[in-house]
Nanobody, 121 residues
Framework: QVQLVESGGGLVQPGGSLRLSCAAS????????MGWYRQAPGKQRELVAS???????NFADSVKGRFTISRDKAKNTVYLQMNSLKPEDTAVYYC???????????????WGQGIQVTVSS
């Protein structure tokens, strides 16, 4: 069974920083890409950032220059460093693992349970 476990969310003041972590567990052979999405109340879920196994990164325009994404392939873990946070970054953040190859399972995508990030003074 493949599971994604997120950590690092919470409440931060505008201009502050947070670091999210997401670890994938299970008998995993490979993961094509890992990333973060977010969903604010009343809005659709949107991509924040992603990183492929080859190191290619993709960012939403709204976070470029403020957020960075990194990945430890050996640990099947992805990190999202969020700097200069704004109130509009407030949302539930979801970790995603794309095209996971795991023992005795077909290739599939997986999601974490979501973690709250609140930016407020």
């Amino acid at each position: 069974q493949v599971q994604l476990v997120e950590s690092g969310g919470g409440l931060v003041q505008p201009g502050g920083s947070l670091r999210l972590s997401c670890a994938a567990s299970g008998r995993i052979f490979s993961i094509y890409a890992m990333g973060w999405y977010r969903q604010a109340p009343g809005k659709q879920r949107e991509l924040v950032a992603s990183i492929t196994s080859g190191g290619s990164r993709n960012f939403a325009d709204s976070v470029k220059g403020r957020f960075t994404i990194s990945r430890d392939k050996a640990k099947n873990t992805v990190y999202l460093q969020m700097n200069s946070l704004k109130p509009e970054d407030t949302a539930v953040y979801y970790c995603n693992a794309d095209r996971v190859e795991a023992m005795s399972r077909p290739s599939a995508d997986y999601w974490g349970q979501g973690i709250q990030v609140t930016v407020s003074s």
